[in-house]
Nanobody, 119 residues
């Protein structure tokens, strides 16, 4: 089991950048894949990005490809989402989530961090 806590959200202008962090605690963090999700008011939660347990591969939803980059540092139990060229459409609460290497479901979730992008 792992506990996740996001940070780094805030208010930025269109075209600006933010780096979100997800701090993990618990056993064998390196055995978990991690994903980023976001949810705007009145909308469903959507997948943003994910990274494999070993950091070898990452995946992004089409709307953020080329702008967002996910990375992890297992030695520090940290996962990051670098967000560049931000758009108002990126405004949402961002969550990190983790799943064990053999699980298909994200079983562990952080509390979320607000990202607001102004026009």
């Amino acid at each position: 089991q792992v506990h996740l806590a996001e940070s780094g959200g805030g208010l930025v202008q269109t075209g600006g950048s933010l780096r979100l962090s997800c701090a993990a605690s618990g056993r064998t963090f390196s055995s978990y894949g991690v994903g980023w999700f976001r949810q705007a008011p009145g909308k469903e939660r959507e997948f943003v990005a994910a990274i494999r347990w070993n950091g070898g591969s990452s995946y992004y939803t089409d709307s953020v490809k080329g702008r967002f980059t996910m990375s992890r540092d297992n030695a520090k139990n940290m996962v990051y989402l670098q967000m560049n060229s931000l758009k108002p459409e990126d405004t949402a609460v961002y969550y990190c989530a983790a799943k064990y290497i053999d699980s298909q479901d994200y079983n562990y979730w952080g509390q979320g961090t607000q990202v607001t992008v102004s026009s």
